[in-house]
């Protein structure tokens, strides 16, 4: 299958999945296009605070959806270091730092994005420990653990950029929280810059899945010059490839 079949495939499911979610009352009005901060997000948190693996892991880093809200405000009442993506990666240090034992504010205000704007240092990837769980932002799943995001590449970059610092490592736990009704059962077409999530949390379920998928850093060849130019971190490692 060509990218472009790919990505026209990925709207596909992205746009049955969003209007699935709203017709269903999933979600609050004005969802579609977005990450879904669906009702429930909460339960989520709850969930994945219950396990081994969060309980065991000291840094967490979490897109700045609304989605992830709750487990951005349990990260930091757990005493968890706290690395939160800045929005759109608009940063040449494109990663907020939280740190539990210095926070100017409640954790639930910290954790919102004028919040960590507000108090939080912002940080590149030669500052920043590795990463014990990473929570991505998604707009479905499948049980294999394949995602999809809402197509603007964040999530994928992020990821790259912290695999290729050596951040995100074999111990690292991708996680997406999502509604039982971003789950879906039909496979997601994928890229060499696509990669899986190793464990899905929905209010109802945990899910454990097998198939660990993950480039092995920035698949440039798969940037348009105009992504390139949008992110400043990016434009500073394209200037020194030469």
């Known amino acids: 299958m060509r990218v472009t079949d790919i990505d026209q495939a990925k709207e596909a499911v ?25 009702y429930g997000n909460e339960a989520t ?14 840094t967490i880093m979490a897109n700045p959806d609304w989605a992830q809200f709750p487990i951005r405000i349990r990260a930091l ?19 907020y730092l939280l740190d539990p034992a210095s926070l100017s504010l409640p954790p639930e205000e910290a954790a919102e994005k004028k919040g960590a704007e507000q108090i939080a240092r912002s940080v590149g990837v030669d500052e920043m420990q ?10 479905a799943v499948n049980r294999s653990g394949a ?20 951040l995100v490592t074999e111990q690292t736990t991708i996680v997406a929280l ?3 009704l971003q789950v879906i059962e039909e496979k997601i077409p994928e890229t060499e810059h696509d990669f899986n999530v190793d464990l899905i949390v929905t209010p109802e379920e945990v899910i454990q899945c097998e198939r660990r998928r993950r480039p092995s850093g ?5 940037l348009t010059a105009e992504k390139v130019e949008a992110i400043p971190v990016l434009g500073e490692r394209e200037n020194i490839r030469g």
């Open 14 to 38: 992205r746009d049955r999945v969003w209007r699935l979610l709203e017709r269903e009352g999933a979600v609050p009005e004005g969802s579609y296009g977005k990450i879904p901060g669906f």
């Open 130 to 139: 590795p990463i014990d769980v990473a929570i991505c932002g998604s707009v």
């Open 77 to 95: 009442q757990d005493d968890k270091l706290l690395y939160m993506a800045v929005p759109r990666m608009a940063s040449l240090k494109p990663f």
């Open 218 to 222: 920035i698949v440039w060849e798969d």
């Open 147 to 166: 995602r999809i995001g809402k197509g603007a590449g964040y999530s994928d970059l992020e990821v790259a950029l912290l695999i290729e610092a050596g």
């Open 45 to 58: 948190a709850e969930r994945l605070a219950e396990l081994e693996v969060w309980k065991n892991a000291g």
């Open 178 to 180: 999502v509604h039982q």
